[in-house]
């Protein structure tokens, strides 16, 4: 017969856990019974450690994982903002010059050299890209 987690009190004394074996021994008087013990109350708290710190990692994964899921969409969405803003500037440039164009227009000044300006522009900020891309941008976001 085995006995687990057998508890051992002592009146002011904190409680300890016993493993104890019964096992029968026939002997020349007859039917004796041998007795063994083994204090396991280290063991137990050893794995009631262990356990806890089990649960603790498993805690600090689904952390970590809800943070991931968490900061993905936020960068997506900060990476398009910052790209949202660049391109305004961008935009803004070549309204600049279409504004000087069309002042050059109305003053009846030359406008060749406006207009030269104006495509110049229009390919540095790439004006075709932004048209197609800042709609995406502000969908996905």
Known sequence: VRLNKVVLSKVGERSRYLKLTLSPLKTSSGLDIVLMGEDITEYLALEHDLSQAQKLESLGQ????VAHEINTPTQ???DNLR???DAFTDIGTVLDRHHTLLTSAKTGLPQQEAIERCEDEARRVDLEYLQEEVPKAIAQS
């Open 83 to 85: 790209f949202l803003s």
């Open 62 to 65: 689904l952390a970590a994982g």
């Open 76 to 78: 997506f969405v900060g």
